[in-house]
């Protein structure tokens, strides 16, 4: 079992910037594939980013491609999204996620979620 949990959510002005970090409390993440998938309201789960385990394929919707930026650390057991340029449309809760299968980029293709982060775009 793999306990993640979500930070770094908050309130945003449009054009700025925020960075999520997720990070396992239990078994560590090192050989899995994670990804980032976003709830907005009244909306289904939407994929945003996956890394595979060595960080070296990454994949990102063409939503939020140019804008945000997935990475990870081993060492710490985490992995992190930089979101710069936010856009009102990128409100939502932001959930970290393990891989099923590599690439995943439907809700069924993820497992031990965490509990989620809310971020939010306003002026």
């Known amino acids: 079992q793999v306990d993640l949990v979500e930070s770094g959510g908050g309130l945003a002005q449009p054009g700025g910037s925020l960075r999520l970090s997720c990070v396992s409390s239990?078994?560590?993440?090192?050989?899995?594939?994670m990804g980032w998938v976003r709830r907005g309201p009244g909306k289904e789960y939407e994929f945003v980013a996956s890394i595979d385990w060595r960080g070296d394929t990454l994949d990102y919707a063409d939503s939020v491609k140019g804008r945000f930026t997935v990475s990870r650390d081993n060492a710490k057991n985490a992995v992190y999204l930089q979101m710069n340029n936010l856009k009102p449309e990128d409100t939502a809760v932001y959930y970290c996620a393990v891989q099923v299968i590599p690439l995943a980029r439907t809700e069924d293709e993820y497992q031990w979620w965490g509990p989620g982060t809310q971020v939010t775009v306003s002026s």
């Open positions: 239990g078994r560590g993440i090192g050989h899995y594939g």
